[in-house]
């Protein structure tokens, strides 16, 4: 299972480096170039989506079946543990809907960027005519 969170956490961080260079001002026919390489990049890396609500799903699943240690019967230990897998349930839980967003803003961005270059287009025509 730890093998799915370091890859939901190596697609975060990559999302988030993304994200990071299309909204970095940079000259137009690089933006350009960057914008049309992660928009094609964009519809294979839709699997994080369905990925990532599955795994909520999982840890909804997991909490709904997780044993309650809130008593005196526990131990320390026990209480501890406990304490810990809802920690990690949490971050996971974050790391999935942080997923989804970045790759929605990603999108958007993306999309806006096309259209901005449409209406630039259209504008030109309308100014060479």
Same mark, same amino acid.
């Given at each position: 299972?730890?093998? #799915?969170?370091?890859?939901?956490?190596?697609?975060?961080?990559?999302?988030?480096?993304?994200?990071?260079?299309?909204? *970095?001002?940079?000259?137009?026919?690089?933006?350009?170039? +960057?914008? &049309? *390489?992660?928009?094609?990049?964009? #519809?294979? &890396?839709?699997?994080?989506?369905?990925?990532?609500?599955? =795994?909520?799903?999982? +840890?909804?699943?997991?909490?709904?079946?997780?044993?309650?240690?809130?008593?005196?019967? %526990?131990?320390?230990?026990? @209480?501890?543990? /406990?304490?810990?897998?809802?920690?990690?349930?949490?971050?996971?839980? +974050?790391?999935?809907?942080?997923?989804?967003?970045? /790759?929605? %803003?990603?999108? @958007?961005?993306?999309?806006? /960027?096309?259209?901005?270059?449409?209406?630039?287009?259209?504008?030109?025509?309308?100014?060479? =005519?």
């Amino acid at each position: 299972m730890a093998l #799915q969170w370091v890859i939901l956490a190596y697609v975060v961080a990559a999302e988030a480096a993304v994200a990071i260079l299309i909204t *970095l001002p940079s000259p137009k026919a690089l933006k350009s170039r +960057i914008v &049309s *390489l992660i928009s094609l990049a964009l #519809q294979p &890396s839709f699997f994080i989506v369905p990925f990532a609500a599955f =795994q909520l799903l999982d +840890i909804y699943w997991k909490n709904e079946h997780r044993l309650m240690c809130t008593g005196e019967i %526990c131990t320390a230990a026990e @209480r501890d543990r /406990y304490e810990k897998s809802i920690f990690k349930a949490q971050r996971n839980a +974050i790391l999935c809907m942080v997923a989804c967003i970045l /790759y929605w %803003c990603i999108y @958007r961005v993306c999309k806006y /960027y096309k259209e901005i270059q449409s209406m630039e287009e259209v504008e030109k025509r309308y100014k060479d =005519q």
